[in-house]
């Protein structure tokens, strides 16, 4: 695995996020593999607005948060009804968070969520945006990192260090607390 991300695949884009999207999206899509069954993933299509990867084999969904900034304890997530909503319901997905550096566009640290982490506890809903906002009223949710066991954080890359696939793979068998509240089984090619 490397850890360095293309800059050449950012040149034309010209707001910054757009650039950090292109970048991180691109490098997942080569480096990372599912944690739940070792097969590449792929891209989601843009008829999939939530959901940025999955497997095709095994169906498994990714979503991708980066930030140039280590991870605090919280990460800013999109409207809180919906958040639950989705914890509720069949497509929950994974989470897959990047922290890369901004001095030379090298990841720092990646690491997934696995869904069985995420339950509603985890979720914290924010404060509503006022009447004069954009989008008046809004609430929006963070997704409350330290609540969440170490066991829930699958290290890809760490500090730099790239981690062994096996451990990852290894780490995701691990039984779950959480478990039992999950699930359906999906069929292949759901997300597509
Ligand atoms: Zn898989």
Redesign the pocket.
Known sequence: MRTQLDLHLAEGYESASQKVRVLTESWVGHEAF??????P?KKSGNNSPVLDFY??????GYELKSSKNPFGQKVLDGAYDTMIKRLEGRNTPNFFLLNYSPRNYAVVNFFVIPKHFLVPEMIEKRKPLSESARRPKWVGCNIVLQNIPQTGKIFYVKDRQVQSRDNVLQTWKRPCFFEKKRRFPKKPGFWT
């Not at 497997?55 to 498994?60: A, G, K, L, Q, V």
């Open positions: 599912c944690p739940a069954c070792g097969n993933i497997c095709p084999r095994c169906t498994e």
